[in-house]
Nanobody
Framework: QVQVVESGGGLVQTGGSLRLSCAASGRTFSSFVTGWFRQAPGKEREFIAAVTWSGGDTYYGDSAKGRFTISRDSAKNTVYLQMNNLKPEDTAIYYC?????????????????WGRGTQVTVSS
């Protein structure tokens, strides 16, 4: 079993920055990929970014490109999401997820283990 726990959310003004953390524990594998998703009220869960545990390859959704950066600290089993130039439309619950890397990494169904989420609110 794998557990993932998010932290780092909060309230920030437009243009501000936040760094989210995702700590993984339990039985993890080098073939894992860790992803960040977000879900705003009334909307579907949206892929933000992902990083592979083995090679550190990164992938980004359209809403994250140019503003968000995903990274990992293998020694700490922790993945980070640095979010800059935040906008009110970034307001959502941000979820960390982990799973065995397959052919795709952008779907909710590609991940087996999910955290409870952390709220990010961007005020205008």
């Amino acid at each position: 079993q794998v557990q993932v726990v998010e932290s780092g959310g909060g309230l920030v003004q437009t243009g501000g920055s936040l760094r989210l953390s995702c700590a993984a524990s339990g039985r993890t594998f080098s073939s894992f990929v860790t992803g960040w998703f977000r879900q705003a009220p009334g909307k579907e869960r949206e892929f933000i970014a992902a990083v592979t545990w083995s090679g550190g390859d990164t992938y980004y959704g359209d809403s994250a490109k140019g503003r968000f950066t995903i990274s990992r600290d293998s020694a700490k089993n922790t993945v980070y999401l640095q979010m800059n130039n935040l906008k009110p439309e970034d307001t959502a619950i941000y979820y960390c997820a982990a799973g065995v890397q397959g052919d795709t990494i952008v779907r909710v169904s590609d991940y087996s283990y999910w955290g409870r989420g952390t709220q990010v609110t961007v005020s205008s």
